[in-house]
T-cell receptor, first 112, second 114 residues
Framework: GQQVMQIPQYQHVQEGEDFTTYCNSS?????IQWYKQRPGGHPVFLIQ?????EVKKQKRLTFQFGEAKKNSSLHITATQTTDVGTYFC????????????FGKGTKLSVIP | EAQVTQNPRYLITVTGKKLTVTCSQNMNHEYMSWYRQDPGLGLRQIYY???????DKGDVPEGYKVSRKEKRNFPLILESPSPNQTSLYFCASSRGIFWTGELFFGEGSRLTVL
């Protein structure tokens, strides 16, 4: 079945440093989604990428979808303590599958 | 307010005692799904439903049952819970037209089976 690998598993950064998490799928995806889960909370949708090579920005967050639609990344510029949490990617293999496969997540800690 | 509501939020039970975790959404979503979250394993899908009376297995369905008799409700049933089902459970819903789409998660139900 489809597998989605996410690295790193943990990342500790000093406040103000940049952060990147990477997601790789074993199969071509129709789209990829990113979620953030704050400590003790539930996953919250951040964004969905659909097109090959797509880049989207949300303030300090930059999301990319690879040309082959098998990998994606989330980059946070100048991290803040409010960025703390676990970031998950979730791959959708295509219309009709209706199964999102989640990566195991990257847990981000920000040292003030 | 648009939301997915799960109950109970916390539950401690014993092996073999049947339990149901309820899930309800008020967004008229077609798609609903159950996930379990375990340390180091991320979110794994248990069952999902595309519409009323339509359900299908996810990646880890063993030991669980679901039903979708109404559009808004998608209960998760553990007929005979075992300690390996101790986990954090999330219900989620989405419009799910051509693909899964943005998932809206409930706040989670932390289940401990002794």
């Amino acid at each position: 079945g489809q597998q989605v690998m996410q690295i790193p598993q943990y990342q500790h950064v000093q406040e103000g440093e940049d952060f990147t998490t990477y997601c790789n799928s074993s199969t071509t995806l129709s789209n990829i989604q990113w979620y953030k889960q704050r400590p003790g909370g539930h996953p919250v949708f951040l964004i969905q990428l659909v097109k090959s090579g797509e880049v989207k920005k949300q303030k300090r967050l930059t999301f990319q979808f690879g040309e082959a639609k098998k990998n994606s990344s989330l980059h946070i510029t100048a991290t803040q303590t409010t960025d703390v949490g676990t970031y998950f990617c979730a791959g959708d293999s295509g219309a009709g599958s209706y199964q999102l496969t989640f990566g195991k997540g990257t847990k981000l800690s920000v040292i003030p | 307010e648009a939301q997915v509501t799960q109950n109970p939020r916390y539950l401690i039970t014993v092996t073999g005692k049947k339990l149901t975790v309820t899930c309800s959404q008020n967004m008229n979503h077609e798609y609903m799904s159950w996930y379990r979250q375990d340390p180091g394993l991320g979110l794994r899908q248990i069952y999902y439903s595309m519409n009323v009376e339509v359900t299908d297995k996810g990646d880890v369905p063993e030991g669980y049952k679901v039903s979708r008799k109404e559009k808004r409700n998608f209960p998760l049933i553990l007929e005979s819970p075992s300690p390996n089902q101790t986990s954090l459970y999330f219900c989620a819903s989405s419009r799910g037209i051509f693909w899964t789409g943005e998932l809206f998660f409930g706040e989670g139900s932390r289940l401990t089976v002794l």
